[in-house]
Every structure is written in C-alpha cells, then in structure tokens.
C-alpha cells in the first residue's frame, strides 16, 4: 500500500467561506505528517473531513484503499481513526481515567480497578502525578490536554490526528508527548500533527503540508526545508522574526501587589510600571494563572493589598477588575474567555457595554465601530462580526479574546498565554499590539511557557514557583537557564 490516506479534490463551504477549496493530500503510511498554515486555513476542517466529524460538499477520500463520499465517525473509527481534537471533548464530571476508558466495553460491569491502572500506566509516560480518579473538571488545562491524548492513544488505531495537542503544554510535557509519538510511529501508525509551534515541526515530523485559505500548498520532507521557507509558503511573506521593544518604560509605579495570598499562591509582592512588559515565568503549577486570576477577582484573594496608581483598590468580583481597569486574557478561552454561541461583534462589546449606552440604550453603531476596528487590528478571520464565536477557527477564537480586553479600555492586562494556538503572522502582530499597548502607558503582564517569547517581550521576568515568586531578572541577566532554575526551586 502506497499511501494510508488520500485525499481527492476535497471543497468544503461555509456560509461565506471556502474551507477547504479542491484540496488533495496524500499520507504514508507510518509517516509523522504536519499542517502548517495561518488561523482559519483549513487544518481542522482537514480533519473533520477524515474523522466524519464534517462531510464534504465534494471529493474523494481514500482509507486504506477503500473510497469514501464521506466519512462519519463511526466507520472512521472502525477504521482505525483516532483524533485529538483542539477542543477539549472530555466529560467533566467523569474522571480522568474513566473519560481515557470511555467507550470500552469489559462485560455488564464497570471495572474501576481496570481503568485506574490504565489511567495511571499512560501518565507514568507522560511523567505526570495525576491521579486517575480525580473528576476532569478539578484538572489543569494542561493536565486536561493530557487526558485528551491519553484517551487517544489508549485506543488501538492506525491513524492517529493531534490537533495542536501541545497547545496548553509546557516543555517537559511536551518532550514526553514525542517520546509517545515516536513510539507510535515504530509501531508503524500513522501520525498527522498540527502545530503553530515550528520547532516542533522539525523536531517531530518527517513531511509537511503547508495549506492557506483553504488550498493545498505543497507538500515537503522536513529536513529539505527551513523555517524561512516554511513560513514564507505559509503567510504568503516575510517576517521578521524580531521581537519589538517598547521604548523604555518610565519607572513610574502604575500596580502595586502586596503581600497577596490565594489560591495556592503565597505572600506574592511586586510593582509593575507604566509601559512595562512583566514577564511571569514557571512551570505548569507553578501559581501563574492562579495570581492572575486572583488579579482579576475571577477567584477570591484571601490577604493582600492592591494599589493602582497609588489608590489602594478592592477586587472581589470580575465586573470590580474591570471598572478598576484591570483585564485579562485567560489562557482557557472557550471556558473563560468568550461566549462562543454569541456573535463576535457582541463578544467584543461585552465588557464594554456601559461605554457604548446612554440611559440603557446601546448605540449599535458605536459597538459595530469598535468590534470592526479590533477586527481589523487582529485580523480577525471571518466574513462578518456577526458571525457566531464557535464557527470561527480555533486561534480567531483567540483574538475575540483579546479584541475583547482591549475593547475594555485597561490600565493593566495580564495575558495568560496570549499566543497559544496563534499562528506565526498573528503572533508577530500581537507582541506588535502589546508593545504599543505599552507605548500608550499601560501595564503589561505576560505569562507565557514559550521561553523564547517571555525572554523577546519581556522589560523584567518574574520566576514562580510553588505559588510563590522565587527570582526577579533584569533584561541584562535574562537567560533560559537561570529562569529554570528559579522555576524548579522545591
Ligand atoms: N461551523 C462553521 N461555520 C462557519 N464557518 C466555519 C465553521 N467551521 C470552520 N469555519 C471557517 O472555516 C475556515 C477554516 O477553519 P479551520 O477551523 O479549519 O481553520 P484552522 O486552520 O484549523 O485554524 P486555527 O489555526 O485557527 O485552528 C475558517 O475561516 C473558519 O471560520
Ligand atoms: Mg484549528
């Protein structure tokens, strides 16, 4: 057999948008192939078409060697098709190692034993200390990725599709998420993995695709190809690959954090100026996007004491943070970050809507203008602000996040891993849109697990650990190697 799975002349629409325009791919079998392309050109519609999540308006698909119209999750995985989906398809109130085994079926009784052996088997590879039993709601966005992949490779299959699966992972999980992958492979299945993370294209993969607006690019070996190359194809042009600096922040005091405990963190001070970019930095657990949300009242601060320009301030509740001015972009958007069965359009005014009415009346003139314009800033990819959140593609869903706070009219915004799931392009015009956030004066905090990104963007790095801030590092020390040593204290 030649190739596992092919794809003929595959054209899928939308209302509006052609996802998928006459597009042929061929995969071989037990072949590490990647999708590249921007935010919204195809790569999850791809594999909706060959999980049978989607039908497509027209073409072929080919499974070994048998054809299909189309496909449809049932005959997809009976066929040997699994698919880690870049949303999360877990069911929260079941545990982790009961979603990893749901489906199975082992005679009239639930065998708990069984599964929690499983669970805990596929997380000893993961190096992982989750126990199996926990319900998946009480989980980390990071360990509920996990879950995710567990479930999938748990299955016997001969194809098996990662879309972004690295997205919420820090490093070390994903360093073991390859030694799995590579497993895989020896054993000859088949992997087709999706990443906005080039790296992780030349460490994993053996071919890539490169798709934009819906249509095939081409197809080429990783190691005949650069990165240069690759993005070119990609965004259709250069990219600097700079990270912009904002001009050098005044110094002046604008947030002031004292003492602060909560939610795991303890005794957290520090002072973000005007203009400044603060780096947090940490591993998974390490008390980051506890702080955060601590920050932006979404969980309540047990002690401490807030000063926003030098008036000291209470926030118990979200709607406080932001009459106060203090945003965040979470790193969890389709839990926390926007209403995906709302249009765009009112996503974005959401928090602003006070700015937009008189005497309880919107102007929807105004909200229109607004959620254009941070359209237009972000390149929000869609073809019109109405459309509704949960058809956009997973990193336009990003930037209706961002459009979101900025619309807010912040003098602080935390980002929680701003760039997650954000392709290249994209990514340069968000560090291009917080550099000139900061320009205008406003505070910046940026957690991030991409160290590259933290050291390019940030003025001063905040190491956590432990729920506690355990090193602070100018521009002038910042290297990899000292933040990872003050992340792995304890
Ligand atoms: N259910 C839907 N209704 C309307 N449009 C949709 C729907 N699903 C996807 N689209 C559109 O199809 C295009 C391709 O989306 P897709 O999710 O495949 O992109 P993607 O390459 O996976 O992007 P990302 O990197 O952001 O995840 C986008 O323009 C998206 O808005
Ligand atoms: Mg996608």
């Not at 520090?270 to 940490?282: D, Q, V």
């Not at 980051?288 to 926003?308: F, Q, S, V």
């Not at 509740?317 to 203090?326: K, L, M, P, Q, V």
């Not at 900061?438 to 905090?445: H, R, S, V």
Request: hydrophobic share 40%; with cysteine.
């Amino acid at each position: 057999m030649e190739n596992i799975l092919s794809l003929k002349n595959i054209t899928k629409l939308y209302p509006g948008v052609k996802a998928l325009n006459n597009f042929s791919i061929d995969f071989r079998p037990g072949e590490v192939h990647a999708l590249l392309g921007e935010n919204g050109a195809g790569k999850s519609t791809l594999i909706k078409v060959i999980s049978g999540a989607v039908a497509p308006d027209e073409g072929e698909i080919v499974f070994k060697g048998n054809s299909y119209k189309k496909m449809t999750p049932a005959i997809s995985r009976k066929e040997g098709i699994e698919v880690i989906y870049q949303e999360f398809n877990l069911v929260d109130t079941l545990s982790a190692a009961e979603n990893i085994c749901l489906g199975e079926k082992h005679g009239r009784f639930v065998d708990f034993a069984y599964m929690e052996k499983k669970a805990a088997d596929i997380f000893r590879q993961f190096h992982i200390d989750i126990d199996p039993g926990t319900p998946v709601e009480r989980l980390s966005t990071a360990h509920k990725q996990i879950v995710e992949i567990s479930k999938a490779i748990s299955k016997n299959c001969d194809l098996l599709i990662m879309d972004e699966p690295s997205a919420p992972l820090t490093v070390n999980e994903v360093g073991a998420m390859f030694e799995i992958v590579r497993a895989l492979k020896a054993k000859g299945i088949t992997i087709i993995y999706i990443s906005h993370r080039m790296d992780e294209i030349f460490n994993i993969a053996d071919r890539v695709t490169v798709m934009r607006d819906g249509e095939f690019v081409e197809t080429l070996d990783v190691d005949k190809t650069d990165r240069n190359q690759l993005i070119r194809l990609m965004v259709g042009r250069e990219l600097s690959g700079n990270y912009p600096q904002p001009t050098k922040p005044s110094g002046e005091e604008l947030f002031r954090i004292e003492n602060v405990y909560g939610n795991g963190d303890e005794d957290v001070s520090f002072t973000l100026h005007r203009g400044e970019i603060l780096g947090l930095a940490g591993l998974v657990g390490a008390g980051r996007t506890e702080l955060a949300r601590l920050l932006y009242g979404a969980d309540k601060m047990e002690k401490g004491r807030l000063y926003l320009e030098g008036q000291e301030i209470h926030i118990s509740n979200t709607s406080d943070a932001i009459r106060e001015g203090i945003g965040l972009i979470p790193e969890d958007r389709k839990e926390q970050g926007c209403f995906l069965e709302q249009t765009i359009e009112w996503n974005i005014a959401f928090n602003t809507i006070k700015q937009f009415s008189r005497q309880g009346f919107v102007n929807d003139k105004k909200v229109e203008a607004a959620a254009q314009k941070y359209q237009d800033i972000l390149r929000i990819k869609t073809p019109s602000i109405q459309q509704l959140v949960k058809n956009l593609s997973g990193g336009n869903q990003q930037k209706v996040v961002i459009a979101k706070t900025l619309a807010a009219q912040s003098k602080v915004i935390i980002f929680d891993e701003p760039t997650r799931g954000i392709d290249v392009g994209a990514k340069q015009e968000i560090y291009e849109l917080m550099c000139s956030l900061a320009e205008e004066g406003i505070g910046i905090i940026m957690i991030s697990s991409d160290m590259e990104e933290l050291l390019g963007m940030s003025q001063r790095i905040l190491v956590m650990a432990e729920g506690r801030i355990q090193g602070e590092l100018e521009r002038s020390e910042f290297n990899q190697e000292t933040v990872l040593k003050y992340a792995s204290v304890g």
